[in-house]
């Protein structure tokens, strides 16, 4: 395990390293340490899988497991803005498909395309934000709108395009 | 070494006192969703350039007096009315407040005494404005009891939930009960966990505090992953403290060390508050190595889901707890005997937890005296969909659909949000478990055994109400996505099963069934229901089974006529012209083989759903695309 962390190369893991740390290489806290690894990179970069692997002296099989089981972790880079459109019971009984649809045409995403090629927005679905009092709800990053109509949705992506000076 | 409670809890009454009001903003998720933090702080800034004296965070050292506490509350349950404020003891709430309205606010009410008309509730009966929670028949026919606290107290204050007699229960369970006679009390109470499957909780402790092994642990499940469901959030943003004080009393009546609070990912705001709670509470030492001064300990740990419906299960969140893929385990042993880390461990449900502090204070007797005699106590239901008060409610077991619906709710209505008094079809009751309740249940006493007798069941507690537009086989085929989508794989019949059954639902609403459809469907549910190996599989096809019982010919139409009585389904519409883009050119009437077009040349063609076979020719014929449907 010591050599793992020794020979990881510099910057690259420094911070995962420090998650490791944090969490006393306890190979129970798999799932948190997944989790602070993917808020610092977005993502689950399979390199640094294998680093966490060694590092809690576990097959790196188990690792990807874990990783694939569980749908907030990604294994592919994701947007800078994450947009989840939920489709629980309330949402969808109030028309959370016309949200689909109509982002989906603002960004032109659609079929297995959840990314812009730009890498500026991830579009997905959830099965509930636990705001269903607001159907139909959608979350940008964290901020959670809610009673959004595809005009709504449209008019706050246009708000973050300008934002980035779109 | 702990601070004596009685001394946290004068101080904080003490130094509530010195305020003249009390304006509380909620800032539960769906009113911060609604923008109620940029409320609060127009009133801080607006108090403050009229000269008012505003705390925003109540300090026990100051003794000057004040004009005013503001401060913040967990989801008061009428999120859709939010931002909600409301004003002590003038009691005032405000509804849907803005920014912009801060200054009428501040001018009226704060300075003038005097309620701000437009910003009342009005009650859509009477069209009369409702001054506060009194009035406002949403609140007043609730039996508010488990949720009282939250939207009232301030969730980031563990002082104020003290000054409430908060902590007291935990302290008599310690002090002067021991296990054995807390889990008797929770035991006579008759407390059924709220989880979704009604065990009585007393069985359950008891069963755990009878095991050898020392370490125990206890689990709060606040994973509340059925879709449409959200009380479990909102106890845990309203009022973290009694979850964890529910965990103690569970700690002492087993004999339990540590514990774990299990919150789902997409609540961040429950994880933070709780994560805070738990903190506040180490440092007035009500958690720690010594608790209420009997030298036992008690920490507790807070862990974020990951995103896996099935995590609720048990047996599957305990896995995930360890590190690993959250998938089930065949019970027994039940976690009670051998649970997390292979020690027995309690699992229950956020909202069972919560109330467990109130039985301890009031006595079992006093519990039972609300709801049925099977299952009694309150129940939070998430009420939404077509209905006009969609939010948090609470009410006794026993509470009729009827009730809930047209009376708490406000009444069925229409796809636009406008009332339709005879819109009332269904309510859908506990998410992908359940099933569905139809007119004919409007006047059932609802609670556990009544639910499940007829093929429903209480679940989380989610109630979503449809209206005349809703299809019920799209109702199914939804739920059957979800649990589709969400099944871990581990067993056959619930991985292949749901697929299969998603599947024939699909050629349903898609209009390629046959006779052989519906026969089939009904098998395959019985066969996932008997040989799936957890909870998921188990209740993923009640659902369909409850639909099919209930809204029969609704499949019928589907299979044999290839209608969709609500016009949902897209596949099945009958076709129509669209009289605008019709030239008359009369060539879709020449192509109907079975007469259905008439019209006028050079004028709009109109077609007779009734005698309409939906071949869809008319609609290929058609060069103008005036036929759409079919
Ligand atoms: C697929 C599945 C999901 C579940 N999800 C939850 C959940 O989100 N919250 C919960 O409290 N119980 C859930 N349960 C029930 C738990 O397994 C368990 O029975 C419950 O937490 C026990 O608590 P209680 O006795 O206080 O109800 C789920 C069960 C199944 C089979
Ligand atoms: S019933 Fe479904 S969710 Fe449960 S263990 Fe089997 S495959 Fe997994
Ligand atoms: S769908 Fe067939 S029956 Fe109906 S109008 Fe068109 S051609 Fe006639
Ligand atoms: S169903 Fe969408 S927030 Fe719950
Ligand atoms: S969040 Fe404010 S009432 Fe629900």
Redesign the pocket.
């Known amino acids: 395990m010591e050599a793992a962390t020794a020979t990881a190369p510099g910057r690259k893991f420094e911070k995962v390293v420090q998650i490791l740390d944090a969490h006393q290489r306890d190979r129970t806290r798999l799932v948190p340490i997944l989790q602070a690894v993917q808020e610092e990179y977005r993502y689950l970069p399979e390199e640094v899988m294998t680093l966490v692997a060694t590092s809690l002296g576990i097959p790196p099989a188990r690792v990807y497991g874990v990783a694939t089981f569980y749908s907030h972790f990604a294994l592919e880079p994701k947007g800078k803005y994450v947009i989840r459109i939920c489709d629980g019971t309330a949402c969808h009984v109030k028309g959370s498909q016309d949200l689909v649809d109509a982002l989906q045409g603002g960004l032109g995403l659609g079929g297995a395309r959840k990314t812009t090629p730009d890498m500026m927005f991830t579009l997905e679905t959830v099965s509930c934000l636990g705001a269903c009092g607001l159907a139909p709800a959608m979350v940008v990053n964290e901020d959670v709108h809610g009673q959004v109509s595809p005009a709504v949705a449209i008019e706050i992506l246009d708000g973050i395009r300008r934002s980035e000076g779109m | 070494m702990m601070e004596d409670l009685e001394t946290v809890g004068s101080a904080y009454l003490e130094a509530s006192r010195r305020h003249a009001r009390r304006i509380v903003v909620c800032a539960g998720t769906g009113c911060m969703a609604n923008g109620a933090m940029k409320v609060l702080a127009a009133l801080r800034d607006e108090a403050g350039a009229h000269g008012l004296d505003l705390e925003t965070e109540l300090r026990f050292e100051e003794t000057r007096e004040r004009d005013g506490l503001l401060t913040r509350s967990g989801c008061q349950g009428f999120c859709q009315m939010g931002p909600l404020v409301s004003v002590e003891p003038d009691g005032i709430l405000y509804c849907k407040v803005r920014p912009a309205d801060v200054p009428e606010i501040v001018r009226e009410t704060l300075l003038g005494g005097k309620a701000v008309d437009r910003l009342l509730y009005r009650d859509p009966a009477t069209g009369d404005a409702c001054r506060g929670r009194e009035q406002i028949p949403f609140y007043a026919l609730q039996d508010r009891t488990v949720l009282k606290a939250c939207g009232t107290l301030d969730p980031e204050d563990v002082r104020e939930y003290v000054a409430h007699g908060g902590y007291q229960s935990a302290a008599k369970a310690f002090r002067q009960m021991t296990p054995e006679a807390v889990c008797k009390e929770i035991l006579e109470s008759g407390l059924r ?7 009585p ?1 007393g069985r ?1 402790w008891e069963l755990a505090r009878i095991q050898a092994e020392p370490r125990k642990y206890i689990v709060c ?1 606040g ?4 879709p449409g469901a959200f009380m ?1 959030r909102s106890v845990m943003e309203g009022n973290p403290h009694a979850v964890l004080e529910g965990m103690m009393i569970a700690a002492r009546a087993v004999g339990a060390q540590e514990g774990y609070v299990y919150v789902r990912a997409e609540y961040p705001l429950a994880v933070a508050r709780v994560r805070r709670a738990v903190a506040d509470a180490e440092a007035l030492g009500l958690l720690g190595d010594d608790l209420f001064g009997t030298g036992l300990p008690f920490r507790v740990h807070v862990m974020e889901g990951a995103g896996a ?2 995590c ?3 047996t599957a ?1 305990l896995a995930s707890i360890e590190g690993q893929r959250g998938m089930p385990m065949p019970k027994p042993p039940f976690p009670a005997q051998s649970g997390l880390f292979g020690k027995p461990t309690i ?4 909202e ?1 937890l919560a109330t467990v502090p109130l039985i301890l204070a009031r006595g079992a007797a006093a519990f039972k005296a609300v709801g049925t005699a099977g299952s009694p106590g309150t129940k939070t239901f998430a009420l939404t969909g077509h209905v006009a008060n969609t939010g948090l409610i609470e009410v006794p077991f026993g509470t009729t659909l009827r009730h809930i619906v047209h009376e708490v709710g406000g009444g069925v209505t229409a796809k636009d949000g406008s009332a339709d008094p005879a819109g009332f079809k269904a309510v859908q009751i506990g998410g992908p478990s359940g099933g569905c309740l139809t007119k004919a249940h409007l006047d059932l006493p609802m609670d556990f055994d009544n639910l499940t007798r007829i093929g429903a069941m209480v679940g ?1 507690g989610g109630l979503v109400v449809m209206n005349q537009d809703t299809c019920m086989v799209q109702v199914a085929k939804f739920f059957m996505q979800f649990t589709q989508n969400e099944s871990c794989g581990k067993c056959v019949p619930c991985r292949e099963g749901t697929r299969q059954m998603l599947a024939l639902l699909e050629d349903i609403v898609e209009g390629r069934a046959t006779e052989e459809t519906l026969p089939l469907l009904e098998t395959l549910a019985r066969n996932v229901k008997l040989g799936a190996l ?3 599989g188990k ?1 993923a096809p009640n659902p369909v089974l409850s639909t099919l019982e209930h809204f029969r010919d609704e499949y019928e139409a589907h299979v044999t006529r290839k209608v969709c009585p609500s016009r949902v389904c897209k596949a099945l519409m009958t076709p129509a012209i669209e009289a605008s883009l019709c030239k008359g050119c009369t060539l879709c009437a020449r192509k109907c083989p079975v007469g259905a077009i008439a019209g006028e040349r050079k004028a709009p063609h109109a077609i007779d759903p009734g005698k309409c076979i939906r071949c869809g020719a008319c609609v290929d014929a058609c060069k103008f695309n005036a036929i759409t449907g079919a």
């Open positions: 966990g709220r989880g979704g499957g009604g065990f909780t359950k499940n994973d509340e992953g059925d479990d419906f099935v609720g299960e048990e969140l699992i229950n449900n956020v069972t989380s957890c909870g998921l209740t």
